[in-house]
């Protein structure tokens, strides 16, 4: 709050040269931004990791799976990047009902034991220490 426009401008326009810049209203959200966004990285770089390990698991050549993996990612994130449409609605034109995707979808999707509450177990895990490190 202490911050005036010119401080903001200057700060955004310092920082936006890598990367994007969101601005909270709250600071005491900076641990949640950094298990999202500060971490997030490693996250995507363990995805690929876990694409990988999959792929030759069921019988592709490592390398093979690491750049279909590594590929894979990058594309995504392109597309992502570059569409206006929410993530939603991406995954959802990329799904044909009842095929493949929706088959491996369907697991990742668990309410239980899918990606969505591993992610929040992760994001809470790293807010968490965050705050412990600043205490």
Same mark, same amino acid.
């Given at each position: 709050p202490e911050v005036d426009g010119a401080g903001r401008a200057t700060?955004? !326009?310092?920082?936006s040269a890598v990367g994007e810049v @969101?601005?909270?209203?709250?600071?005491?959200?900076?641990? *949640?931004?950094? !298990?999202?966004?500060?971490?997030?990285?490693?996250? @995507?770089f363990h995805m690929i990791e876990a694409m990988t390990? *999959?792929?030759?698991a069921v019988g592709l050549p490592h390398e093979t799976a690491r750049r279909l993996a590594r590929a894979t990612v990058i594309g995504a994130a392109a597309l992502a990047d570059a569409s206006p449409e929410t993530e939603t609605a991406l995954?959802?034109?990329?799904?044909?009902?009842?095929?493949?995707t929706a088959a491996a979808l369907a697991v990742l999707m668990d309410d239980?034991?899918?990606?969505?509450?591993l992610m929040t177990?992760?994001?809470t895990a790293a807010r968490d220490r965050?705050?412990?490190?600043?205490d």
């Open positions: 700060a955004e !326009g310092l920082l @969101v601005w909270i209203a709250d600071e005491d959200l900076i641990d *949640a931004v950094t !298990g999202v966004s500060g971490s997030g990285p490693a996250y @995507v390990q *999959a792929g030759v995954r959802e034109a990329v799904t044909s009902p009842a095929g493949t239980k034991n899918g990606l969505p509450p177990r992760a994001v965050g705050r412990a490190l600043a």
